[in-house]
C-alpha cells in the first residue's frame, strides 16, 4: 500500500471552477508539503504545515490556499481555477523527529482550459 | 535566498557509458543537505543520493555517486554503467538546516540512455 497518497491522479477542469486536490499519508509524519512542478522551473513550494494548526505560505502560494484536516490529511484548493495554473502537483511528508528526508505522493496532473 | 541551477536541460549516454549531471547552488549557510531526485515516466519522485555538507566523504551508491565540492558550491550526480531504466528526469534539491525543512529544487535534467 502506498504511503503518500494523491486524489485525483489526473484532472481536467475549466478556467473559472473550485477545485481540491487531496493528499492522505500513513506514516505518521506531522510535515506535509504541496509543490507544484512546471517544466524547466522544476518543483516549487506552494504551502507546507507542520501540524494541524500550523499552516505556512511557501513560495507561490497566491491562488491557493490550503486546509490540514487531521495529522494524515492535507488538502490543496484552487478556489477559481486559471489555465496557468496547469502543472503537475506533488504532496511530500516528512517527520521532524526522525529524517530530513521527504517522502512524495504519485502526484496529480491538473489541466485547466 | 538559496538557489539550484541545473544548466543542462537534456543530457544523453550510450547504454554501459557514464554520464555526469551538473548542479550548481547558492547558500550562505555552512551546513545543509543536498539530494538526487529520479523521476521517470510514471511521474514517481524517487530519492538516489544525499549528501550531507559537513562530511567531505562524496556520497556513493551503488552506480550513482556524486561530487561534492562545497567551495565551489557544486554537486554533481555521476552514473556508472548506464541502464535504459535510468533514463528519466533527474533534479538536484537544498535542504538547509532551519525547522521548515523546506526543499529547493533545480530546474532538472532529462537523461536518455541510448541502447
Known amino acids: 500500500d502506498a504511503d503518500v497518497t494523491q486524489t485525483p491522479r489526473n484532472r481536467i477542469t475549466k478556467t473559472g471552477k473550485r477545485i481540491m486536490l487531496e493528499c492522505s499519508q500513513t506514516k505518521g509524519h506531522d510535515r506535509m508539503y504541496w509543490y507544484r512542478q512546471d517544466p524547466g522551473l522544476g518543483l516549487r513550494l506552494i504551502y507546507y504545515s507542520f501540524d494541524v494548526k500550523d499552516i505556512n505560505k511557501g513560495e507561490i502560494s497566491d491562488g491557493y490556499s490550503v486546509s490540514r484536516q487531521a495529522q494524515a490529511k492535507f488538502s490543496l484548493s484552487l478556489e477559481s481555477a486559471i489555465p496557468n495554473q496547469t502543472a503537475l502537483y506533488f504532496c511530500a511528508t516528512s517527520d521532524s523527529r526522525a529524517s530530513v528526508l521527504q517522502f512524495f505522493g504519485p502526484g496529480t496532473r491538473l489541466t485547466v482550459l | 535566498a538559496q538557489t539550484v541551477t541545473q544548466s543542462q536541460p537534456e543530457m544523453s549516454v550510450q547504454e554501459a557509458e557514464t554520464v555526469t549531471l551538473s548542479c550548481t547552488y547558492d547558500?550562505?549557510?555552512?551546513?545543509?543537505?543536498l539530494f538526487w531526485y529520479k523521476q521517470p515516466p510514471s511521474r514517481q519522485m524517487i530519492l538516489v543520493i544525499r549528501?550531507?555538507?559537513?562530511?567531505?566523504q562524496n556520497a556513493t551508491e551503488n552506480r550513482f555517486s556524486v561530487n561534492f565540492q562545497k567551495a565551489a558550491k557544486s554537486f554533481s550526480l555521476k552514473i556508472s554503467d548506464s541502464q535504459l531504466g535510468d533514463a528519466a528526469m533527474y533534479f538536484c534539491a537544498y535542504r538547509d538546516r532551519s525547522n521548515t525543512g523546506k526543499l529547493i529544487f533545480g530546474q532538472g535534467t532529462t537523461l536518455q540512455v541510448k541502447p
Open positions: 549528501q550531507e555538507a559537513y562530511k567531505q
Open positions: 547558500t550562505s549557510e555552512s551546513d545543509y543537505y
